[in-house]
């Protein structure tokens, strides 16, 4: 089992910058895909990017590479989200994710075996 708890959400303006991070606890040693996934009120989870198990390889989500960066610290326990350029459309719940896997980054939320509550990024206009 793992656990993940995200932070680093909150209020901030257009055109602003946010770190989100997120956190892995419990049986860590095994090989996972990460991602973080957002959800609008009233859409459908959207990928926005992954990291594969070895922290090698990382995909992004249609349009999502300008503005977003995904990292991970050298132990593999704290995963990132770097978001830039802020926009009202970013609102959303801000989800990381996970699955056991030495084979590719999955675009699809139902691959992932493992969430986190998530964190609200509100961006105003």
């Known amino acids: 089992q793992v656990q993940l708890v995200e932070s680093g959400g909150g209020l901030v303006q257009a055109g602003g910058s946010l770190r989100l991070s997120c956190k892995f606890s419990?049986?860590?040693?095994?090989?996972?895909?990460k991602a973080w996934f957002r959800q609008a009120p009233g859409k459908q989870r959207e990928f926005i990017a992954g990291?594969?198990?070895?922290?090698?390889?990382?995909h992004y989500g249609d349009s999502m590479k300008e503005r977003f960066i995904i990292s991970e610290e050298s132990t593999r326990n704290t995963l990132y989200l770097e978001i830039y350029t802020l926009k009202p459309e970013d609102t959303a719940n801000y989800l990381c994710?996970?699955?056991?896997?030495?084979?590719?980054?999955?675009?699809?939320?139902?691959?992932?075996?493992?969430w986190g509550p998530g964190t609200q990024v509100t961006v105003s206009s």
């Open positions: 994710a996970a699955y056991r896997t030495e084979v590719g980054i999955s675009r699809l939320a139902s691959d992932y075996e493992y």
């Open positions: 419990g049986r860590t040693s095994s090989p996972y895909t």
């Open positions: 990291i594969n198990w070895s922290g090698e390889a990382t």
